[in-house]
């Protein structure tokens, strides 16, 4: 079975500095996607990053960007310019290339201080 | 395009009673998934429909069940309400048949009392 493991699970930044939260997973498979979804206090989850575990190339959203260290099975989020926005609940997750189930870390809260 | 809808977002029942959450996906997405967020266990996966069939399914009692219109829409029903299932149930809907990324509604908050 795969597991997530988000090993922080509270974090604070300055308004315009770079964070970097970080999750390892577990799994047997050689490909796979990796997601880093963001929860902010409406609770609504928002998808912020998708990895493809075939793909070498680190994904990269404006502001967020991921270090996808796969033999290390390491997916980590790097947010730059963090804003008072990004202050959320992070979880990193992990989806099976046939399958439709994600297995969710158990979050890191993430708070930007003005 | 409208995003993934859920109804009701709140509800409150008493143990016993049973309860059903309503979920309509983003148009043209054939896959919903059902997941139960809670303080002490995370998210957990529930279940999955695609094209009317469940495929998937997690370690949850058989009070937990659901189903899937031809419309894609999508219902969870739990029944015999205990209090540990207050929870925040969150749908999501995805577009490729498998292993891409999901769209999650609002969710519903359910109490039990």
């Known amino acids: 079975a795969q597991t997530v493991t988000q090993s922080q699970p509270e974090m604070s930044v300055q308004e315009a500095e770079t964070v970097t939260l970080s999750c390892t997973y577990d799994?047997?498979?050689?490909?796979?996607?990796l997601f880093w979804y963001k929860q902010p206090p409406s609770r609504q989850m928002i998808l912020v990053i998708r990895?493809?575990?075939?793909?070498?190339q680190n994904a990269t959203e404006n502001r967020f960007s991921v270090n996808f260290q796969k033999a290390a099975k390491s997916f980590s989020l790097k947010i730059s310019d963090s804003q008072l926005g990004d202050t959320a609940m992070y979880f990193c997750?992990?989806?099976?290339?046939?399958?439709?189930?994600?297995?969710f870390g158990a979050g890191t809260i993430l708070r930007v201080k003005s | 395009k409208a995003g993934v809808t859920q109804t009701p977002r709140y509800l409150i029942k008493t143990r016993g009673q049973q309860v059903t959450l309503s979920c309509s996906p983003i148009?043209?997405?054939?896959?919903v998934s059902w997941y139960q967020q809670t303080p002490g266990q995370g998210l957990q996966f529930l279940f999955e429909?695609?094209?009317?069939?469940?495929?998937n399914k997690g370690n949850f009692p058989g009070r937990f069940s659901g189903r899937q219109f031809s419309n894609s829409r999508s219902e969870m029903n739990v029944s015999t309400l205990e209090l540990g299932d207050s929870a925040l149930y969150l749908c999501?809907?995805?577009?490729?048949?498998?292993?891409?990324?999901?769209?999650f509604g609002p969710g519903t908050r359910l109490t039990v009392l």
């Open positions: 999501a809907s995805s577009l490729a048949e498998q292993g891409r990324e999901q769209f």
């Open positions: 799994t047997s498979e050689n490909n796979y996607y």
């Open positions: 990895q493809e575990a075939y793909k070498q």
């Open positions: 997750a992990f989806i099976r290339q046939y399958g439709n189930k994600l297995v």
């Open positions: 148009s043209g997405h054939r896959s």
């Open positions: 429909y695609f094209s009317e069939t469940q495929r």
